[in-house]
């Protein structure tokens, strides 16, 4: 895409997203489970010993809200620092207080990446049409193609699930300090990895990113980008090829969110069909940075 001429490549783009959009809502609507969800920080650019809060967002256009995540469901919250250091932040956690779910304070200038996870103890029970109207929207194959080769397609579905979230924050000014933090591999069960940092300098006009389930390349998966100051519908969306990886024209301004979901089939003895995944990568661009916003 060429970001000096983006305006009928944007239009396209929305148009399509809106169009399928409209088609899940007719059919019923996405499950509430399936909702976007991740660590939104008071702001993405910081200034070094800055104390930042952060809320945790669920759902997107009018239906976007704090979670209400409870603290016994979560497993990981904690930050990475430019020089690799781990910082455990659960005890910064402050789950529904009137204005953010936590905090945090860094001081090395660079990329620092925050990593959340939850348990997936969580279970939502569906009847076959919503079930099958959003299992088809988020391209989750292995549950698609379950139910329509033992000829399920008719029957309610159901599925425990858990989410993961990562959040890259800048120390410093856009030349600041070390970057390599937010392109590492860090643990989650189903994590977006970027190729190279949107932070860093010089300027990409691309985004590419890779998708890892279990460890390992994810195949197929659907990739969404969402600016987050309009989140009705996602500004682009691929699916990962044979290497897990996907490519996005690169965000020059505002806040943004990358988003994944992927699930596997349970064995016959859990009390759900599926084990969900839902995955998310969040970033933003300084007010005060002179740059171009798509």
């Not at 019923?28 to 993405?44: I, K, M, T, Y």
């Not at 930050?79 to 905090?103: V, Y």
């Not at 299992?135 to 329509?148: F, Q, W």
């Not at 024209?249 to 839902?278: K, Y």
Request: net charge positive; proline share 7%; with cysteine.
């Amino acid at each position: 895409m060429n970001l000096d001429h983006p305006k009928r490549s944007i239009r396209s783009r929305r148009r399509r997203a809106r169009l399928a959009l409209a088609i899940v809502l007719c059919c019923g609507g996405a499950p509430v489970n399936a909702h976007d969800f991740w660590v939104q920080p008071s702001a993405f650019w910081l200034s070094p010993t800055a104390i930042t809060t952060m809320t945790l967002q669920v759902g997107h256009g009018p239906a976007r809200q704090r979670s209400p995540i409870t603290l016994r469901r979560i497993i990981r919250y904690e930050a990475f620092a430019p020089d690799g250091s781990r910082a455990d932040l659960k005890e910064r956690l402050q789950l529904g207080a009137p204005s953010a779910d936590g905090s945090f304070v860094f001081q090395k200038p660079g990329a620092h990446v925050i990593v959340f996870q939850t348990d997936d103890r969580a279970q939502v029970h569906l009847p076959f049409i919503r079930f099958n109207d959003y299992i088809k929207a988020e391209g989750l194959t292995p549950a698609i193609d379950l139910r329509v080769r033992l000829n399920r397609m008719d029957r309610d579905g159901s599925e425990n699930y858990s989410r993961c979230a990562k959040s890259i924050v800048q120390v410093g000014g856009a030349v600041a300090g070390n970057q390599s933090q937010a392109t590492r591999i860090l643990g989650l069960p189903l994590e977006i990895v970027p190729d190279r940092s949107p932070y860093a300098l010089p300027r990409s006009t691309t985004l590419p990113v890779r998708v890892l389930y279990l460890g390992r390349p994810l195949v197929g998966a659907l990739v969404k980008l969402t600016r987050l100051e309009d989140d009705a519908v996602p500004f682009e969306m691929h699916r990962t090829d044979r290497a897990g990886r996907a490519t996005f024209a690169m965000p020059s301004g505002g806040t943004w969110l990358l988003n994944v979901i992927w699930t596997r089939v349970q064995p016959s003895s859990a009390e759900t069909d599926f084990d969900t995944t839902f995955s998310s990568l969040s970033f933003g661009f300084s007010p005060n940075r002179a740059v171009r916003t798509p």
